[in-house]
């Protein structure tokens, strides 16, 4: 068993102890009805508190005026009384486990669309955000002391719903930060761009605004970047002199420090690190920030792991940790991991496709690996079965084993044919691809599971009618998942084509038949066809893609698709957008433009990878239909979509036998 030095050790917060050093953050959860975090909202958070966290921040960019309304990512919104009766039962509820629990209070500035909900955008001056390419109006004296009486006000509603303290919201590039950097405050006044005091006296009256609103009986903490690695902006030494002027202000009571800065793509990106950063990467922020308070300070940056957590605390770069999204893919690994039971933990791979990419949209947080994340109302137990069935399961890919485990979870008896030697299925083949070695998570772990609640699973074992018949199940699963969808080109038989998931298997006769210059055909939109480019490109190749999209990986959100381009630019390839490959002939490929509906030649080329995408496998669900089986095809057996779509497929139609 693990044994935990310093994370189930109690932390003074303000005037708080926390039981624990876990804390989930603010973040937006995008699950708020009409501004207000009702029942639906409640009941995520509260599966976190009935899981063990500490210390519960919630309501990320939670407003505290109307022209930075929460609305068009579906969050909450703390200018309106209406609010407190919906803060008390929610802080009632978080109480209730003994939890002490803190909203994010914010402006958004310059961030975001007027055009989304008919909002005026203001900021410090007319310099647009790069990342939603709107100019502000300069917010003038009179609507400085109204923002900052909002402030003031927002956080006096928490308290009067019985909110132990309120976070302010100095990162990202919101407002408050906004003031702090050179590349927006263009001001000359008093809260101008002469000096480091000027630029922070916009944030430094909120604090105090703040405080005197609820006294010192309330937790009063601020969100700030470690460094948000953007050119003229604010960087590490810039920030410790910042977090060193806030601190002595003796009015803060902690420090969350991130990295990275949500005014440009690329920082969007980096603000929330998927799989392709490594863990822990932005705790030397924390341990910098550290060294010029003298309040806690906590960390953030893929930190998924309660060892990892504890080495963090260890080491002295902080005295709490956020692992946010690890709570997002187990609200209960506090509890597991206090108990020994590392292996439970259902850990964040870091997919982002289902929470923060989601959530950038104003669609509900889900989890890639947990379906019962934004379904807590309905699914948050899972109930044995009334009466005990045989389950059998055909393939052991995401859909498959999911099923499996819930079936198991649930009583059942469960047996598993796999063809192959090995649990995964096309997570196997992901996990190949630069930037996604943990895509294989999911299943590493639903497999781990199913082992542990006597699945029978058999490997190297195709399926066919006659053997599943011989099982007598009451309900067959088929998750037989796909193969490559063919690509359909003229004259590709005088070419050098192959899958992209050959490529990646080496299912061919290897690299050298390509040659040295390759052209990937991505008509999938997501990580499949750049990401074998990047594969090839680390092997010495020279690649160009082409896609008849606008970009390249059109179907990949907010956070996976800037470090995913900034690689392939970074490392040569060359990008062909708005052409869909028709034909190959001598070598080159010929496109015609979705929109002038010309074609064009490029190449030549020595080789052509197509990437379109999965085509189903299923030979077994129509022969047990026509013998009388109940029987159900889950995850790309029955469409070829994503992972997410394959594991809730899975643990759905599973709670329904």
């Known amino acids: 068993m693990a044994e935990f030095q310093y994370l189930f050790t109690p932390l003074k917060i303000g005037h708080v102890t926390v039981k624990n050093r ?13 501004g207000m975090p009702a029942d639906r909202e409640r009941r995520y958070y509260e599966e976190k508190a009935r899981g063990g966290v500490g210390f519960m921040m919630c309501f990320g960019s939670a407003s505290v005026h109307p022209t930075s309304t929460a609305r ?27 939890v002490p629990v803190c909203a994010q209070i914010t402006h958004r500035g310059r961030r975001g669309r007027s055009i989304d909900l008919w909002n005026r955008q203001y900021g410090p001056s007319d310099t647009r955000e790069p990342n939603h390419r709107e ?92 460094d948000d690695f953007t050119e003229r902006g604010l960087d590490n030494a810039q920030m410790q002199e910042i977090c060193g002027k806030l601190n002595d202000l003796k009015m803060l009571d902690y420090f969350n420090v991130i990295g990275g800065t949500a005014e440009t793509f690329v920082g969007e990106a980096a603000a929330v690190p998927n799989m392709s950063f490594k863990l822990g990467c932005y705790t030397y922020l924390a341990a910098s920030i550290r060294k010029v308070v003298d309040v806690p300070v ?46 439970d933990i259902r850990q964040c791979m870091g997919y982002n496709e289902g929470c ?51 079936c198991a979870t649930r009583g059942h008896k469960v047996v598993l044919f796999e063809k192959s030697g090995e649990l995964g299925g096309q997570t196997l083949i992901a996990k190949r691809a630069p930037g996604r070695q943990d895509y ?58 192959v899958s992209a998931w050959d490529v990646l298997m ?38 160009d893609l082409v896609t008849s999209q606008e970009v390249i990986g059109n179907f990949l959100g907010a956070t996976t698709r800037p470090p995913l381009l900034t690689r392939l630019f970074k490392k040569g390839a060359q990008l062909f957008n708005h052409l869909k490959a028709e034909s190959l002939r001598d070598g080159h490929c010929l496109a015609r433009n979705e ?63």
């Open 356 to 406: 923060i990419d989601r959530i950038y949209t104003g669609r509900g947080v889900t989890c890639v690996q947990n379906p019962v994340v934004g379904r807590e109302e309905k699914w948050a137990e899972l109930t044995v079965a009334g009466g005990k069935k045989k389950i059998v399961v055909v393939g052991g890919g995401p859909a498959g084993l999911e099923a499996a485990r819930v």
């Open 506 to 543: 080496g299912g061919y006769d290897g690299l050298d038949k390509l040659g040295k210059t390759v052209l990937v055909i991505d008509e999938e939109y997501g990580h499949q066809g750049p990401t074998t480019a990047e594969y090839l490109l680390d092997r010495g190749r020279e690649v």
């Open 595 to 657: 929109w002038s509906s010309e074609l064009q030649q490029v190449g030549p080329y020595d080789g052509f990878v197509y990437a379109y995408g999965g085509i189903r496998v299923d030979t077994l669900t129509e022969p047990l239909k026509a013998r009388g089986v109940s029987v159900q095809a889950v995850g790309d057996a029955f469409s070829p979509r994503s992972l997410q779509h394959a594991i809730l497929e899975g643990h759905q139609y599973a709670r329904e036998i």
């Open 298 to 343: 906590i960390a953030f940056g893929r930190i998924v792991d309660p060892v990892q957590a504890d080495k963090i605390l260890a080491n002295g770069e902080a005295d709490m940790v956020i692992m946010n999204r690890a709570l997002i893919a187990d609200p209960h690994l506090p509890n597991k991991a206090q108990a020994g039971k590392l292996d």
């Open 72 to 98: 068009d990512w579906n969050g909450v919104e703390l200018f309106d009384d209406r609010v407190i009766p919906f803060l008390k039962k929610f802080s009632d509820t978080m109480h209730g486990y003994k």
């Open 440 to 497: 294989d998570g999911a299943t590493r772990w639903s497999g781990l599971q199913c082992q542990k609640l006597g699945v029978d699973i058999r490997l190297n074992t195709g399926a066919t009618p006659e053997a599943i018949l011989a099982e007598s199940p009451d309900h067959v699963f088929i998750a037989t998942g796909a193969t490559a969808r063919p690509h359909g080109l003229e004259g590709a038989e005088k070419h050098v084509v």
């Open 22 to 34: 876990i804390s989930c953050s603010a973040h937006a959860d995008a699950l708020a009805f009409d």
């Open 135 to 226: 100019n502000p109006h300069p917010l003038e004296p009179h609507m400085i002391d109204e923002l900052v009486n909002s402030f003031a006000a927002a956080a006096g509603r928490l308290k009067e719903g019985g909110f132990d303290g309120c976070e302010v919201m100095a990162s990202h590039c919101h407002l408050i930060d906004q003031f702090w950097t050179l590349n927006v405050n263009k001001r000359s006044d008093a809260y101008g761009a002469q000096s480091i005091e000027s630029r922070l006296k916009f944030g430094v009256r909120i604090i105090e605004a703040v405080r005197e609103k609820v006294g010192r009986d309330f937790i009063v903490g601020i969100r700030v970047t470690g």
